[in-house]
């Protein structure tokens, strides 16, 4: 099994940056981990894509509403470690962002088998 853990959420001001963290435990190679995905859910809607990483190579996705604003990108030590750098935050970045991992392939769409509980950013002036 994979466990995901997130931190890093809290209450900025537009403009702020942010940085989220994913903690990945367990055996990611033997569960065929390829990617690993951040999303997003704010009430009434459903939980979307926002950035990911090809977790056995080094290939980046982002939805374009985030694009030139948000960096994901794994830590140089704990390769475990993924982060996602929130710059220039707005008001419709307020959500639930969570992490989750793919079984069997590097691309970003498709089903996740593995989901965190999430960490909650809330951008408020």
């Known amino acids: 099994q994979v466990q995901l853990a997130e931190s890093g959420g809290g209450l900025v001001r537009p403009g702020s940056s942010l940085r989220l963290s994913c903690v990945a435990s367990?055996?990611?190679?033997?569960?065929?981990?390829?990617?690993v995905g951040w999303f997003r859910q704010t009430p009434g809607k459903e939980r979307e894509f926002t950035a990911g990483?090809?977790?056995?190579?080094?290939?980046?996705?982002y939805a374009a509403s985030v694009q030139g604003r948000f960096t994901v990108y794994r830590d140089s030590v704990n390769r475990n470690i993924l982060y996602l750098q929130m710059n220039n935050l707005r008001v419709e970045d307020s959500a639930v962002y969570f992490c989750?991992?793919?079984?069997?392939?590097?691309?970003?769409?498709?089903?996740?088998?593995?989901w965190g509980h999430g960490t909650e950013v809330v951008v408020s002036s």
């Open positions: 367990g055996d990611m190679r033997s569960n065929n981990i390829y990617y």
């Open positions: 989750a991992a793919r079984r069997g392939s590097t691309w970003y769409q498709g089903t996740y088998h593995f």
């Open positions: 990483h090809n977790w056995i190579g080094s290939g980046t996705n």
